[in-house]
């Protein structure tokens, strides 16, 4: 099940998405022991930032929604928690995000020294109004803070994280491909959406808007990673709504090298990679395929 | 069922003391939960907060809260009749099977819990003492309720001296081990008091189960936000073995603001005063 993912070995193609358990780094290494290819650590800011208030994330019927908002100690606060990733078991993905260019530069020149495996750009939050989807949901902009973040992450790759709420979501990944992007991750949460309580008569979530995982997102995710696998020749981790071993089967096809799962540990505990993981292999066993890369994209004419 | 607020309707406020009040209502999903797990507690357009359970039946449960800080202050404000949102219950719980003896030590708040754990060690035939503490008589609470229930078992302790025993329950502990060696510890109250009940039963070679807390959010194990170490407080625990806790180098000592920043179990506990 081995995959190369950029020019990182992974030891299956399962990613724990960021925004999902990823605040320290014993949490990070108990999801790479439980069967994740690679970590993802929760989106890293510019300074202290304390999220939205609670009610942050709620269960609807067929997914979650959340607006945490995208709280974070700041990159000044985290060296504790990368000295102690230096010994993970899988490799990490560590994500930043700012509300302008000479942010996400700072949060770049904070974290390069400590050599993440890959840097995931969040440009695409869709609950938060200044560090949000703004930049993501246009080509030029998002290019702009790509080709930033790049220059000075070095030798180390970089990833944007795009939202499917761009109405040309192909364009704004190969303009991050002509920018220096190394691989596309797609999608983040849908939205925002909303939950409401009839009988309080009122939003449920604090921030009132929130974005929306799980099952329900599923096909637009794979809409999304199909068509951005048509524009691009960088790989692409793909993800929303993977719960199972087809889903995840099914988004390779559509053209993503890896797959990242978030709202999955909810409906399938903190093992849903290694869960998933195995079910992969016993597809691939039932229908005689050897290599999981061979199926990368295969839906494509 | 999926994991977002019910309203529900306060059938009954009771008034434990000056600062403490309890509140019912009917909610079935908790009707069988088991003491020490708690509750996702919604006020709307204020704040949602888990709460332990003081009130386990299948006719009503309840949250007992002290009117202190934003949130709790509009809870003691509201009148019975109107709505809160409730969601859970979350977490673990105590686990009382196969124990025969059993000493349950409570301190201040951290008494909700107890008090359903107390009548399961009853109904459980368990022969069970209780040490409860606070800083003084008016911090004490279901005092009578306990009294009523488990007589000359009932040990208290106040910071001040104004009721039962001056100083604190880990003293009593002490000498209520050394009396008679339980099988099991079981206790919930601030973290210090935690700290030196654990340290307590592994110099006597006692098993203990201890109920812990730390800012949290979703409170069915996706955020992460209450992690302590590699452990989610809200599905992991909130209620772990000593020899769990032995082993975590930030019980006692750690505990994250809501930015996720790691402080000092005091300012930690500073912060959640407010």
């Known amino acids: ?301 | 069922m999926v994991e977002k607020p019910v309203m529900v309707k306060l059938k009954r406020i009771e008034r434990e003391n000056e600062r403490h009040r309890t509140y019912y209502f009917e909610f079935d999903k908790a009707s069988k939960a088991k003491p020490g797990q708690f509750l996702m507690v919604w006020l709307p357009e204020i704040d949602e907060k888990p709460i332990s359970l003081s009130k386990i039946s299948e006719k009503e449960i309840g949250i007992t809260v002290q009117c202190k800080g934003k949130w709790s202050e509009s809870i003691c404000s509201i009148p019975e009749g109107k709505q809160i949102g409730v969601r859970g219950p979350y977490g673990n719980g105590y686990s009382t099977e196969g124990i025969k003896s059993a000493i349950i030590v409570a301190g201040g708040c951290g008494t909700a819990p107890i008090r359903p754990l107390v009548d399961k060690c009853i109904a459980d035939g368990i022969e069970t003492r209780l040490v409860m503490g606070a800083q003084n008589k008016s911090g004490l609470l279901f005092e009578s309720e306990m009294k009523e229930k488990l007589g000359d078992n009932l040990y208290i302790t106040t910071d001040d001296g104004s009721a039962g025993t001056k100083g604190f329950t880990t003293t009593v502990l002490g000498e209520q081990i050394a009396k008679e060696k339980p099988e099991m510890v079981f206790s919930c109250g601030p973290e210090i008091m935690l700290k030196a009940v654990l340290g307590m039963c592994e110099k006597a070679g006692v098993k203990c189960q201890l109920s812990l807390e730390r800012y949290m959010r979703c409170g069915f194990g996706v955020c992460g936000q209450c992690a302590m170490n590699e452990l989610l407080i809200c599905k992991d625990g909130p209620i772990f073995s000593g020899e769990v806790l032995a082993k975590s180098s930030e019980f006692g000592n750690i505990a994250r603001l809501k930015s996720g920043l790691e402080v000092s179990l005091k300012e930690y506990a500073d912060w959640r005063q407010c």
Request: hydrophobic residues 40%; contains cysteine.
């Open chain 1, 1 to 301: 099940m081995e995959i190369e993912f950029c020019g990182i070995k992974m030891k299956n193609p399962t990613v724990l998405a960021s925004g999902i358990l990823g605040v320290n780094a014993e949490l990070l290494k108990r999801v790479a022991r439980e069967g994740a290819g690679a970590v993802t650590m929760k989106s890293i800011g510019p300074k202290e930032k304390q999220g939205h208030s609670n009610p942050t994330v709620l269960e609807w019927e067929h997914g979650l929604i959340n607006a945490v908002g995208l709280p974070s100690p700041g990159y000044k606060n985290m060296e504790n928690e990368f000295k102690q990733l230096e010994d993970c078991e899988s490799p990490v993905i560590v994500s930043i995000y700012g509300a302008s260019i000479e942010e996400f530069e700072k949060v770049t020149e904070g974290i390069v020294g400590y050599e993440p495996s890959i840097i995931e750009i969040n440009i695409s939050c869709p609950n938060t109004k200044k560090e949000g989807q703004i930049f993501g949901c246009n080509a030029e902009t998002a290019a702009e803070v790509v080709e930033a973040v790049n220059k000075i992450a070095g030798k180390i790759k970089v990833m944007p994280k795009l939202t499917p709420q761009a109405n040309n979501i192909a364009e704004i990944a190969r303009s991050c491909e002509k920018a220096g992007a190394n691989a596309i991750c797609a999608i983040n949460t849908l939205g925002p959406g909303m939950l409401i309580d009839a009988d309080a008569r009122k939003p449920v979530l604090a921030n009132k808007f929130g974005g929306v995982s799980g099952p329900a997102i599923k096909p637009i995710a794979l809409r999304c990673v199909y068509q951005i696998y048509e524009a691009v020749s960088i790989p692409i981790l793909g993800m929303g709504g993977i719960t199972n071993g087809t889903d995840a089967i099914e988004m390779m096809m559509a053209g993503a090298t890896a797959v990242g799962m978030g709202t999955a540990t909810h409906y399938r505990g903190i093992n849903a990679f290694k869960l998933v993981a195995d079910e992969m292999q016993h597809w691939m066993k039932e229908h005689n395929v050897e290599n999981i890369g061979e199926l990368v994209g295969v839906v494509h004419d």
